[in-house]
């Protein structure tokens, strides 16, 4: 085994960390909204106002703030436009290859459709150029 498949070798620990993992960052979209809406409250009040109300004394929190909210929204479209297909087709890729369950399955169907007989009542399984059913 060469070094560097060594080094980038993963290691199946389990369903506990991923779970962790998961639980914590979806916990985690809810902090940090609010967290958003308590930073940007203290940088405008504590920050951005002076120069503000100097210069463009019109631009009131609520402007403010829904000018962040058009940003964020905008970078979500940019995650659901692209990103999110990337990071799917990632995950399917790992799924594949770390043993999922479904593909084991899918292979056990696979192996019976080509038997052309039931496992569980040797009946015939006809093909595509007969009846698609199990007499």
Request: a positive charge; one cysteine or more.
């Amino acid at each position: 085994m060469q070094p560097w498949n060594k080094l980038m070798a993963q290691k199946h620990t389990g369903p506990f960390l991923g779970a962790v993992k998961d639980i914590t960052s979806r916990t985690m979209i809810y902090v940090s909204m609010l967290n958003f809406i308590q930073v940007t409250a203290t940088f405008y009040y504590t920050t951005l106002r002076p120069p503000i109300l100097q210069y463009t004394p019109w631009l009131n929190f609520g402007i403010y703030f829904g000018v962040l909210v058009i940003f964020v929204v905008l970078i979500m479209l940019f995650e659901y436009k692209l990103v999110m297909p990337s990071t799917f087709t990632f995950i399917n890729q790992q799924e594949y290859a770390h043993e999922n369950l479904i593909r084991r399955d899918m292979q056990e169907i696979k192996t019976i459709l080509d038997r052309k007989t039931c496992p569980h009542c040797g009946k015939e399984i006809y093909g595509k150029e007969k009846d698609s059913t199990i007499n």
